[in-house]
């Protein structure tokens, strides 16, 4: 009996956790640079004294969906996004770099270049600051040339350069900062070869349509765990009463 009460119990508790998983996935559906989350589920022995005669169930997130999303023009001089698997360089709140395709960025009154979420950009050096500007270009290597508050239009000058890197996509994991990070802790070196495309910026990659449906799926496989344990505590109340009875 206790076997399957536990065995729905788990079942049920690693159900709500892949349904995070997937709500998080919907509600960064319009999330710059997003990349989703796998859930998957595995079967689960428990070992201890004798042989693992118990299985119980599992939710990982076993990895992240590096696809690509949609690109979309905006036309605006701090909208960029990566051609291909590139991927900006950042400095997480941990002061350590990480690495993002959120290419929404902005400059700050103190004249930091951050992203949308307020990390800051990382060029030759460290963390990119702009001074004073009239205008901002930033090329296809990830070259930021300004035109200098009060200077001639002509007076174009190279401020700094946008680390952008390309790591193996299977060395990266991507953290509860949402940022992806080397797993070994080192930093990647810059990649001369990545392009950038100034005005553009890319969307999520989440499908919220099938993200949807995989909700309603381990809903609905949630709803059987519960029944589950139903019938476990009907079953033991019966067990009950008949030992009563004899």
């Known amino acids: 009996m206790d076997r399957m009460l536990y065995i729905a119990m788990t079942g049920a508790k690693q159900n709500m956790q892949a349904l995070s998983v997937i709500s998080n996935n919907i509600a960064n559906s319009n999330t710059t640079g997003f990349r989703a989350d796998f859930a998957a589920m595995r079967s689960m022995p428990l070992y201890g004294e004798g042989e693992p005669s118990r299985v119980y169930a599992m939710a990982e997130r076993p990895g992240t969906d590096f696809s690509r999303g949609a690109m979309m023009t905006t036309g605006r001089d701090l909208d960029i996004a990566v051609k291909g698997d590139g991927f900006i360089a950042v400095q997480g709140m941990d002061g350590k770099e990480a690495y993002t395709r959120a290419g929404d960025l902005q400059v700050t009154t103190l004249g930091q270049l951050v992203t949308g979420a307020g990390y800051p950009v990382m060029g030759n050096n460290g963390p990119i600051s702009i001074p ?87 809903a609905r496989q949630f709803e059987v765990q519960t029944k589950m344990m139903k019938i476990a505590e009907q079953d033991d109340e019966r067990t009950a009463r008949i030992l009563r009875l004899s």
Request: proline letters at 2%; aromatic letters at 2%; a negative charge.
């Open 132 to 218: 004073p500007f009239e205008k901002l270009e930033i090329g296809g290597d990830g070259t930021i040339s300004i035109v200098a508050q009060g200077d001639a239009a002509s007076s174009i000058q190279t401020i700094d350069r946008i680390k952008v890197v390309k790591p193996q996509l299977t060395k990266l994991y991507k953290g509860e900062d949402g940022l992806l990070r080397l797993k070994g802790g080192e930093k990647a070196d810059a990649d001369a070869s990545a392009h950038i495309i100034s005005g553009t910026l890319e969307g999520s990659n989440v499908n919220a349509a099938t993200s949807l449906v995989d909700m309603i799926e381990i």
